[in-house]
């Protein structure tokens, strides 16, 4: 799945990368414009329009005309486009899940989920009913003494200095991410948390409302333990549909300008959630799935080397795939990213908890990336690398993988 921030989605501006240390709550309460501007609108009214009047199709904006878009297709054969985007490949817990236009996430103008938080321990059972060893590798990890002043940190940018954090993952299922935001929720809220020695404490609605994920709109045709996926992540987190611009889309049935049509809605809707400030961004950054691949080949062990300066041998190797201009730009404008390295593999599990950064400039967005594969490396023992580009060490994995039809 890659995240809705290519882009090669749609064409967006780039943020300024002033020195401002104020947040956006402050910028907005002053009448500045947000700092964050996904969607650019080229077509400003004329002076002679009248409130009312019906705009020229060509006058309309972007977002406008993406509405009219998915307004007019139709819901059940746009779900059967996004069923033809599931991979084999996905995970076990998520099964089918039939249409319903009982379901407002199978309305195509659907693009944002809002949270219905329930409780951190119906939350906690859903996240030990997908992955066993939850509260053994995840949980454990956020709830380590060692990152009491990491959550505190976090919960005083978020709170009371209404600063937006991205937390950043690299993506081996398509339900780490999940399972990531259970952990940290749980951690908050766990019996005894405070932040700061004045025992302010926090709740599960709090944190729901400031927390927000980016999954792909395929998971809107997936169902876990005969729940729909989108109502599990309602229980603590705001959910944005992204259609991914991966190869699984393009060769898809799904239309590419529905595809683009919905990514330029979801991300206004992220703008103007972020430029209040104060909201956490789950994503796993480079959208598409890392890649295993068993052994390199000579010629492509002879790239690793001249990459990494040293040779992996013929063991397993795990590849990250590159950020694009939109994803940086994102993490960006959020200022400060919560770095996390994960395995779920039963035989190498991993979670590793970076320090909370500031960045700048968009090679800071990719360093955020090595030190995600570097710390899976030394977290797992398989090497790890994170391709800033779309190098020909890339290509010639991909290629592998295609002709043994992984």
């Given amino acids: 799945m890659r995240t809705p921030f290519d882009e090669r989605d749609a064409e967006h501006d780039e943020p300024e990368q002033g020195v401002s240390v104020s947040t956006p709550r402050d910028r907005g309460a ?9 969607v ?5 009214p004329a002076d002679e329009d009248v409130a009312g009047a019906e705009t020229p199709a060509d006058q309309r904006t972007d977002v406008e005309q993406a509405r009219e878009l998915l307004a007019a297709a139709d819901p059940a054969t746009y779900y059967r486009m996004l069923t033809s985007m599931v991979r084999p490949s996905h995970s076990s817990v998520l099964q089918e899940l039939p249409y319903s236009p009982s379901l407002s996430f199978h309305d195509p103008t659907v693009v944002v989920v809002e949270p219905e938080p329930t409780n951190i321990e119906t939350l906690e059972l859903y996240a030990r009913a997908a992955y066993p060893d939850f509260d053994k590798v995840l949980a454990a ?44 929720q749980s951690a908050l809220m766990a019996p005894g948390r405070s932040f700061g020695v004045l025992g302010q404490r926090t709740t599960l609605e709090e944190m729901a409302d400031r927390c927000n994920v980016l999954v792909s709109r395929m998971v809107t045709t997936r169902q876990a333990f005969n ?6 992540l309602q229980c603590g987190t705001r959910t944005y ?9 393009r060769r898809s049935k799904l239309d590419p300008e529905l595809a683009r049509a919905n990514n330029v809605i979801m991300r206004h809707e992220l703008d103007q959630r972020l430029a209040g400030g104060g909201q956490l ?26 990459r990494r300066g040293d040779d992996p041998g013929e063991t397993t190797t795990l590849h990250l795939q590159p950020l694009y201009d939109g994803t940086i730009s994102l993490m960006q404008s959020c200022r400060y990213v919560l770095p996390i390295a994960i395995c779920l593999d039963p035989a190498t599990p991993a979670c590793v908890i970076g320090g909370l950064t500031r960045v700048a400039a968009k090679d800071d967005c990719h360093r955020i990336m090595d030190w995600i594969a570097l710390a899976h490396q030394e977290a797992t023992g398989i090497p790890t690398l994170y391709h800033w580009h779309e190098d020909d060490l890339l290509t010639q994995v991909r290629a592998f993988l295609n002709r043994s039809g992984q």
């Fill in 281 to 306: 961004l789950a994503m796993a950054a480079s959208g598409s799935q890392d890649l295993m691949l068993p052994k390199l080949m000579q010629k492509a062990r002879a790239a690793w080397r001249q």
């Fill in 30 to 38: 002053r009448g500045e414009a947000p700092s964050l501007h996904l």
């Fill in 227 to 232: 729940v729909p996926a989108l109502q599990v």
């Fill in 141 to 184: 990890a956020f709830a380590d003494p060692r990152n009491d002043h990491l959550l505190t940190a976090l919960f005083h940018l978020l709170v009371n200095e209404g600063e937006n954090v991205a937390m950043v993952t690299n993506h081996g299922q398509i339900i780490d991410i999940a399972l990531v935001i259970g952990a940290l």
């Fill in 241 to 249: 549909l992204t259609v991914p611009q991966t190869a699984t889309r």
């Fill in 40 to 44: 650019r609108d080229d077509h400003e």
